[in-house]
């Protein structure tokens, strides 16, 4: 039986206001919604249609963090994942991503599986990381920014399009690996009302617990070496000018701004 794995995040709605701490260390997120990493979600589609495709399998979701974490599993689940595991800490918002992909693969060396499935990057840090580093602490091959995929179960090769700089290309790896789902790879379902009431009867097991560890044994996680300096939101943009006047003289105009203002010509 075919087994793939998701790794999913908890991360705050980008539609919500997100206000930096007077500490300016940390972010002021009471009252905001989270919601499942949308570059995690094309990962858990793609997991099911694999299983679909194939008639068989099973797919399991994994999500390191605070209770938030499981809320997102509880998606998942809905949308038609077979298993959801919470991997228990405090919260994993001070965590590096080096010490988050340490953490999932201590969980993941343990588990039975084909294939590996995550989100491109995390839409809150941005930082693109744990994917590679996952595979990286696995001995596994990556291929991120993947936007199709294609897998033979039984040559044991994913065969995948990823973007580059410039363009895509065809780059195909030996099973089991770790695959970087990009935005265009699917269209995500909706989670049917059944779905829904099936994920909130169903028991998800919590693994670990407490804050993170020194890392000293396997069952503890990765210890962050992560320190906030500092926070500060994005400084505002200046507005817009429209130049007025014939359209040779708002050329020159144009160009002048750009070389002595914005200095790019």
Known sequence: MFKTIVCVKAVPDTSSPIRVRTDRLTLELE??????????????????????????????????????????LRIALSMGVDEAVHISASTNDGMDSQSIARSLARVISDMQFDLILCGRQAVDWDSAQVPSALAEFLDLPHIGMVTKLKVDVVGRMVHA?????????????????????????????????????????????????????????????????????????????????????????RVRELVRLLREEAKVV
């Open 31 to 72: 009252g905001i919604p989270w919601v499942m990493n949308p570059y995690d979600e094309y990962a858990v589609e793609e997991a099911l249609r694999i299983k679909e495709r194939e008639g068989s399998g099973q797919v399991i979701a994994l999500s390191l963090g605070d209770p938030r974490a499981k809320e997102v």
């Open 161 to 249: 399009l990823r973007q580059v700089e410039g363009g895509s290309e065809w780059v195909e790896a030996a099973l089991p690996c770790v695959i970087g789902a990009n935005k265009g790879l699917n269209e995500p379902r909706y989670p049917s009302l059944k779905g829904i009431l099936a994920a909130k009867k169903k028991e998800i097991p919590e693994w670990g617990g407490g804050l993170p560890g020194n890392g000293a044994e396997k069952g503890e996680l990765q210890a962050s070496r992560l320190r906030i300096l500092s926070l500060a939101p994005p400084p505002a943009r200046q507005s817009g000018r429209v130049l007025q006047g014939e359209v040779s003289d």
